[in-house]
């Protein structure tokens, strides 16, 4: 092909290019209009995302001093701009060319007028969204006895909303697609007051789980078979505003399928998510012994309920000092969602792990639940963005498009067996 050059000839679009037989050439001009290239950004896309970008369902989201992210409404791509050795040039179609040099065929050689020559285009890479801001951003103002006894009405919060969030805030100011972010939302049990997305206290939402329990106890009721409008009501007589009474069932309780038919007013209470709160209360006070523990915990669990050890994977580390065995808080619904920032936290916590207690802080995000979560949220009104039934205590799974566990292993860790036999220890890279 030959160089670029300005002269006269027959000017010719996209299309002669385009038409080039093998070991055919062309002459390249510049288009009248050629002119400087920082206005020229060029996107690679894989096919399944060109009819988001046709019409328009995606959105560039970020602070200025964030790299930008685009989001579908539901994944998150990084943008990189690729350079590249070869230039690319950008030649307009004949009927442009056309119009912009209104010239004839006059049997000169024809020629195809370059307009623009990008560097380089940009490409997009599936990223986990940035949803530790989230947790960060809601738990500025926590939701808490003080607030809701002074009953404030929606006129006064609006005046006094620093550290608050609406939706529209938080798309605003979160890197993730919606979808994502309404998961994020579920994750650290997030409800919507007064337009407001809130987490509640941890001490006032296991009050109104140990009201809830009480009640139970004191109407002799089934946690089996709850009917909503007398657990709310009993809430709301207690004291606490109706809709954080039923965001507590939601969390704590799941609605009854009769023969796969939801029954909108019977909730039973899910025996792990109580369980799991319970047994946080008690070690808010830090190490305890195992036996000191197991006592307490069983003591406060209510009748029909079973408590194992098993339920408190992820949430607890255990150590032997001598022949006793201690235990304390570890969950890991408090650690990063970000790899490197995980594994630097866990090798601060122990500078050897066993497989056995590592594996539940750095499972990857599962597939099965992502899609059945995503499903659930398509059937609810945007209003309705936190879905009634799903699990309230979800661990907050790695999720990291494009690597396995093993892949984060290895690139985060090092690996120790002494014999075949012996359990794998990791250690820091």
């Not at 009917?227 to 609605?255: I, T, W």
């Not at 523990?293 to 580390?317: H, N, Q, T, V, Y």
């Not at 969602?337 to 056995?356: D, M, V, Y």
């Amino acid at each position: 092909m030959d160089n670029l050059h300005q002269q006269t000839a027959c000017s010719a679009g996209a299309e002669a290019v385009l038409s080039l037989q093998p070991s055919s050439s062309i002459s390249l001009t510049y288009h009248s209009l050629f002119g400087p290239h920082n206005d020229l950004m060029l996107l690679e896309l894989d096919d399944k995302l060109l009819p988001d970008i046709l019409h328009q369902r995606v959105t560039l989201r970020g602070q200025p001093d964030e790299d930008a992210v685009l989001c579908t409404s539901s994944k998150t791509y990084a943008v990189k701009f690729v350079g590249t050795s070869n230039s690319m040039l950008l030649i307009p179609s004949s009927e442009d060319v056309s119009r912009s040099h209104n010239n004839k065929d006059d049997g000169s050689m024809a020629v195809a007028s370059v307009l623009k020559v990008a560097p380089g285009c940009m490409e997009l890479v599936e990223v986990a969204p940035k949803l530790d801001e989230l947790k960060l951003l809601l738990s500025q103002k926590p939701y808490s006895f003080g607030e809701a006894s002074e009953m404030d009405t929606s006129e006064e919060r609006e005046e006094t909303g620093l550290g608050l969030y609406r939706w529209e805030d938080l798309v605003e100011r979160i890197q993730a697609s919606d979808e994502e972010l309404k998961m994020g939302l579920q994750s650290i049990s997030a409800v919507e007051i007064d337009g407001y997305w809130r987490i509640l206290d941890e001490s006032y939402m296991h009050a109104i789980l140990s009201m809830l329990l009480h009640n139970v106890i004191l109407n002799n009721w089934s946690i089996n078979a709850l009917d909503e409008d007398e657990v709310l009501g009993m809430l709301e007589a207690d004291g606490f505003p109706r809709n954080v009474a039923k965001h507590c069932l939601q969390a704590y309780g799941s609605k009854i399928d009769d023969e796969g038919v939801c029954v909108s007013h019977l909730w039973k209470l899910d025996e792990r998510r109580v369980c799991v709160c319970l047994a946080r209360e008690i070690l808010k006070g830090g190490k305890m012994k195992l036996e000191i523990f197991m006592e307490k915990w069983m003591r406060k669990l209510p009748d029909g309920m079973c408590a194992s050890f098993e339920m408190l994977e992820g949430e607890i580390l255990t150590e032997k000092l001598g022949i006793e065995t201690w235990l304390y808080p570890f969950s890991v619904s408090s650690l990063p969602s970000t790899p490197a920032e995980r594994f630097a936290i866990l090798f601060q916590q122990r500078l050897k792990w066993e497989w056995k207690d590592l594996q539940p802080y750095v499972r990857l995000d599962s597939l099965s639940i992502y899609i059945c979560i995503v499903y659930l949220f398509a059937l609810l009104p945007l209003s309705d963005k936190i879905p009634v039934a799903a699990p309230i205590f979800m661990c907050r799974d790695l999720k990291v498009p494009g690597l396995t566990s093993e892949a984060l292993l290895l690139k985060y860790t090092r690996r120790s067996q002494p014999t075949a036999e012996a359990e794998p220890v990791f250690s820091a890279r």
